[in-house]
């Protein structure tokens, strides 16, 4: 069963500071996607990464893919009051359909 | 053109009620996705159609959820005699094909008291 966690899954943060979002998948998947919530929003989607060592960057945010590692990376840099969202990592394998998992999210707080 | 359209956008029912969400997807997309979010959670898989066909239904949590897009395009989500952990955030999601990137509705929030 494919399982995606993230952490940290809370996080606050001052502006103008660094932090980074970690995602971890259990299997092998084909796609990995990053997505913004807005409290009583749908989803926004931020990046798709395909490939080992794929990094794709946004602004202020830049993901990274580690396929051997089962491990991405959101990145946030200089963190300003509107990143405030929660962030959602989810996996993609194509056998299944294409269903997406995601993981529990991370609710980001960036503070004044 | 226009995004995925989800309606009612807020449902409230009292338990035992049925209700039926309603889901257009981006025209043009072949795959049309289901998923449902609890409070605090992130979206869960409910279930997958191919043009009309229902390919994977293997996340709908009990024979009280049905689901059916008949003709190809909008897609129904029926939940029977609604309990309280029914209440969620619906999402519907479409695709041009299963190895495109999906797109999401603004869902349906469905209140069950």
């Known amino acids: 069963e494919l399982k995606v966690e993230q952490n940290p899954l809370f996080l606050s943060m001052q502006e103008g500071k660094n932090y980074t979002i970690y995602c971890n998948y259990s299997t092998t998947s084909d796609r990995l996607y990053w997505y913004r919530q807005d409290p009583g929003k749908s989803l926004e989607s931020l990046f798709v990464l395909l490939s080992n060592g794929a990094v794709k960057q946004e602004g202020r945010l830049m993901a990274s893919l580690d396929t051997k590692a089962r491990l991405s990376t959101l990145h946030i840099t200089a963190a300003v009051h509107d990143l405030s969202a929660t962030y959602f990592c989810a996996v993609c394998r194509f056998f299944s359909g294409s269903r997406l998992t995601f993981g529990e999210g991370t609710q980001l707080t960036v503070n004044p | ?113």
């Open chain 2, 1 to 113: 053109g226009a995004g995925v359209s989800q309606s009612p956008r807020y449902k409230v029912a009292k338990r035992g009620q049925d209700v039926a969400l309603r889901c257009d997807p981006i025209s043009g997309h072949v795959s049309l996705f289901w998923y449902q979010q609890a409070l605090g959670q992130g979206p869960e898989f409910l279930t997958y159609f191919q043009n009309e066909a229902q390919l994977d239904k293997s996340g709908l949590p009990s024979d009280r959820f049905f689901a059916e897009r008949p003709e190809g395009s909008v897609s129904t989500l029926k939940i029977q005699r609604t309990q309280q952990e029914d209440s969620a955030v619906y999402l519907c999601a479409s695709s041009l094909s299963t190895t495109y990137e999906q797109y999401f509705g603004p869902g349906t929030r469905l209140t069950v008291t």
